[in-house]
C-alpha cells in the first residue's frame, strides 16, 4: 500500500508558526497544504505573502491553499467585451472603494447558485474584518439608485491585489467592480490580481493559468514593492453618477 499523505498541522496557540513549502501541497485535492491554526491577522498576512490562502466550509477546520496552476489576471489584460464596454459607458451607477465593506462580505457570504451553503462563514467573515481595520483587505462597490448591486473584496500586501469573492445583484455588477479595480490598479502600479484558481468565467476577463512556481516568482517581487496602505479611495476619473451612491 502506497503511504498515506500527511498534511502539516498547524498550532493555534501559535500564530508565527511558518507554513511549510508551498511545492509541498498535495496534488489532489489540488493545492491543499496544511490544516489548522487560526485566522489571526498575523498569520493571514504570513500566508498571502506567501501565496497561500484559506479556504474551508464553516463546519469544517481552517484549510490551507497554494494551487498549481494559479490563476492571474495583469490589470492592463482585462478583456472588456462589447457588453461590458456598454455597462461601463451607460454610467447608470456609481462605485466606491471601501464604503461598504461590511455590506459587500455580507453579500458575498449568501449562497450561490449550484452550491449547497457558503464557505465564507462568520469567522472567515470576521477574520476580514480585522484584516480591513488594519488597512489590509478593501472591498469594491458598485451601486444604482442607493443599493448595492454588486461588489467584491480582497486583500493586498506590496503591488499585490488577492482577490477573494464578488457578487452580482444586477447584470454586469461584479464586472464593473473588477473594470474599476482594474484601472485603478494600473494608476497605482498594481501588477497583479490573484484569482487563485481558474476557471472558464475568469478566463473570460482576460485571467491567464500559470505554474505554481512562476506565481511565486511574481509574488516575490511585487509583495516586496511599497504599499497602499490605509483606507482606499479612487483618485481616476469615474463616471459622474454620484446620484447614485447611497445617502
Not at 451601486?143 to 452580482?168: H, K, N, P, Q, T
Not at 455588477?173 to 472558464?200: E, H, N, P, T
Not at 516575490?220 to 459622474?240: C, H, K, M
Request: hydrophobic share 40%.
Amino acid at each position: 500500500m502506497d503511504n498515506p499523505i500527511r498534511l502539516h498541522w498547524l498550532d493555534p496557540r501559535d500564530p508565527q508558526q511558518p507554513f511549510p513549502p508551498a511545492h509541498l501541497a498535495m496534488r489532489d485535492p489540488n493545492g491543499l497544504l496544511a490544516i489548522g491554526g487560526d485566522l489571526s491577522v498575523a498569520r493571514l498576512i504570513r500566508a498571502y505573502s506567501q501565496g497561500i490562502f484559506p479556504w474551508y466550509n464553516p463546519d469544517e477546520p481552517i484549510l490551507w491553499w497554494s494551487p498549481d496552476p494559479r490563476a492571474v489576471l495583469i490589470p492592463e489584460d482585462l478583456h472588456v467585451s462589447r457588453s461590458l464596454d456598454k455597462s461601463v459607458r451607460r454610467a447608470d451607477y456609481a462605485v466606491s472603494l471601501d464604503l461598504a465593506f461590511g455590506d459587500v462580505l455580507t453579500e458575498c457570504s449568501g449562497p450561490r447558485a449550484r452550491s449547497r451553503g457558503t464557505w465564507l462563514g462568520s469567522e472567515m467573515r470576521e477574520a476580514y474584518a480585522q484584516l480591513h481595520a488594519r488597512g489590509y483587505a478593501h472591498s469594491v462597490e458598485v451601486w444604482r439608485d442607493g443599493a448595492l448591486i454588486g461588489g467584491l473584496y480582497g486583500v493586498a500586501l506590496g503591488r499585490v491585489f488577492f482577490g477573494e469573492s464578488m457578487f452580482s445583484r444586477a447584470s454586469d455588477a461584479s464586472k464593473l467592480a473588477l473594470y474599476w479595480l482594474a484601472q485603478q490598479m494600473i494608476a497605482w502600479d498594481f501588477g497583479l490580481i490573484d484569482c487563485q484558481v481558474g476557471s472558464a468565467h475568469l478566463r473570460s476577463l482576460g485571467a491567464t493559468d500559470v505554474s505554481r512556481e512562476r506565481f511565486l516568482n511574481l509574488l516575490r517581487t511585487a509583495v516586496a514593492r511599497s504599499p497602499r496602505t490605509g483606507q482606499w479611495r479612487f483618485d481616476i476619473a469615474l463616471p459622474s453618477s454620484r446620484e447614485h451612491l447611497p445617502a
